[in-house]
C-alpha cells in the first residue's frame, strides 16, 4: 500500500519486472483489439504496456503508487508522442478515481497481494469497472514455483474471483512473462475476466 518501497525500485534503473517493453501477451492483445473504451492499466510502472495500448488509437490511464516511475512513464509518452495518462493511486482505494473503465489490464500487480488484500483488490477493481467490462491479467502462475516470487495458482484466481465477486472468469491461459531475472520468460497466466 505504501509506494515507496516501490518507488525505491525504479530509482537505481529500471525495475527487475521491466525489460525494456511491453509483455508479449499485451502485445498479442493489442493485436488482436482486446483494449476498447477507456482503458485503465493497473499498476503501470514505467508505462511501457500503456503507451503501446495508447498508441493503438484508444484513451488509456496507467496509476501506480511508484511516483518515479510514474515520472518515468509521462517522459517516455512525450518522447513517443503518444498520449497516455498516467496518475499516482492507491490500487485498494481506486474508488477514489472518480472514473469508470471498460477494459482494465493488470500486468503484475494481482499476485504482489496476499490473499486477503487479493479480495480487496477485486473490490477495488469492480467499482472502476463499467458493465461488462473485460480485466486482463498477466501473473506468475505456479508452473515452476521456485522460478518466481509470488506464484498463483489457477485455484488462487478462481478464489480471488468468486461467483459473488461480481467478476466472471472467462479464461485462464499460460503464458511466459519477461522480466529482466528470467533468460526465457518467467511462467505466467493471461487470465480474462468480465465484469457483471
Not at 484466481?157 to 503464458?175: C, K, M, N
Amino acid at each position: 500500500m505504501s509506494g515507496r518501497p516501490w518507488d525505491a525500485s525504479y530509482q537505481d534503473g529500471p525495475a527487475p519486472w521491466e525489460f525494456g517493453g511491453p509483455q508479449p501477451a499485451v502485445v498479442q492483445l493489442v493485436s488482436e483489439g482486446a483494449f476498447r473504451g477507456a482503458v485503465l492499466d493497473a499498476g503501470c510502472g514505467s508505462g511501457d504496456n500503456a503507451l503501446l495500448i495508447a498508441s493503438s488509437g484508444v484513451p488509456v490511464v496507467g496509476f501506480d503508487v511508484a511516483e518515479t516511475a510514474l515520472a518515468r512513464a509521462r517522459e517516455k509518452a512525450v518522447e513517443l508522442g503518444v498520449d497516455a495518462e498516467f496518475v499516482a493511486a492507491d490500487a485498494l482505494q481506486l474508488d477514489e478515481l472518480g472514473r469508470r473503465f471498460d477494459t482494465i489490464l493488470d500486468s503484475g500487480l494481482l499476485h504482489t497481494f496476499d490473499a486477503g488484500e487479493r479480495s480487496q483488490y477485486v473490490v477495488s477493481l469492480a467499482s472502476v469497472a463499467n458493465p461488462g467490462a473485460t480485466l486482463y491479467v498477466v501473473c506468475f502462475s505456479d508452473e515452476e514455483p521456485d522460478a518466481v516470487p509470488h506464484p498463483i495458482s489457477q485455484t488462487d484466481l478462481q478464489t480471488a474471483f468468486p461467483a459473488d465477486s461480481g467478476w466472471t472468469i472467462v479464461s485462464i491461459e499460460p503464458r511466459r512473462i519477461e522480466t529482466r531475472m528470467h533468460e526465457h520468460g518467467a511462467p505466467g497466466w493471461l487470465a480474462t475476466v468480465r465484469r457483471n
